[in-house]
């Protein structure tokens, strides 16, 4: 079966850092992607972790670990416009295809 | 700069009518993908396609159908729209086969906010 975790919503100060969880049980992997989707936008890549540990990219890192089916998405001095949902998704190692999480939203206070 | 483009961003159907969803991107990829979107759930699969004339069901195929007569445009039919299709629907397309541990990003449309009465 497929299944991935995040918390629904969540909430930090402007200048903040988050961290924001996924866990997933799915049958095969063939990586970790993160996407941001402001409301009523399309999502957006983010970031892409197939190996365990951290990646790193401006203001947002990603960590992988396989053995634990867990990732998080690390958002550091937070902005107003970093509020938007954040959708994890693993990659089946059958071709591209994609399963989603159901999404964090994320709001960011002043 | 890549592109994918929905044919509505908003479209209000009544129940029982066949309603067609067109996507086209221009960046000539061979894979291309239907969602949808609903609060709690997030995307799911409802159908893709890895090439011209080939399809295959996603995880929620039922009430669905496709066809992709082009490369570039794949379309998305509901044969006979419920109220419990009313949704947001996103396309996506991708470029191939990725080498392995690497990745080719895919694209979304905009979306098309789909309302049945």
């Known amino acids: 079966g497929q299944n991935i975790d995040q918390p629904t919503e969540m909430t930090a100060t402007e200048g903040a850092i988050v961290q924001i969880n996924c866990t997933y049980q799915t049958s095969g992997f063939n990586g970790l992607f993160w996407y941001q989707q402001h409301a009523g936008e399309a999502p957006t890549f983010l970031s892409y972790?197939?190996?365990?540990g951290l990646e790193e990219k401006g203001r947002f890192s990603s960590f992988l670990s396989r053995s634990k089916g867990y990732s998080y998405l690390l958002l550091k001095e937070l902005q107003m416009k970093d509020s938007a949902s954040y959708l994890c998704?693993?990659?089946?190692?059958?071709?591209?295809?994609?399963?989603f999480g159901a999404g964090t939203i994320l709001r960011v206070k002043s | 700069d890549v592109k994918v483009t929905q044919s509505s961003r908003y479209l209000v159907k009544r129940t029982g009518e066949k309603v067609f969803l067109e996507c086209v991107q221009d960046m000539d990829h061979e894979n291309m993908f239907w969602y949808r979107q609903d609060p709690g759930l997030g995307l799911r699969l409802i159908y893709f396609?890895?090439?011209?004339?080939?399809?295959e069901k996603g995880d929620i195929p039922e009430g669905y159908s496709v066809s992709r007569e082009k490369k570039e445009r794949f379309s998305l039919i509901l044969e006979s729209a419920s109220t419990n299709q009313t949704s947001m629907y996103l396309c996506?397309?991708?470029?191939?086969?990725?080498?392995?541990?690497?990745?080719?990003?895919?694209?979304f449309g905009p979306g098309t906010r789909l309302t049945v009465l």
């Open positions: 972790n197939v190996l365990d």
């Open positions: 396609s890895y090439d011209v004339k080939m399809k």
């Open positions: 998704a693993v990659r089946s190692p059958y071709g591209n295809k994609l399963v």
């Open positions: 996506a397309s991708i470029r191939g086969l990725a080498a392995l541990g690497s990745y080719n990003e895919q694209f």
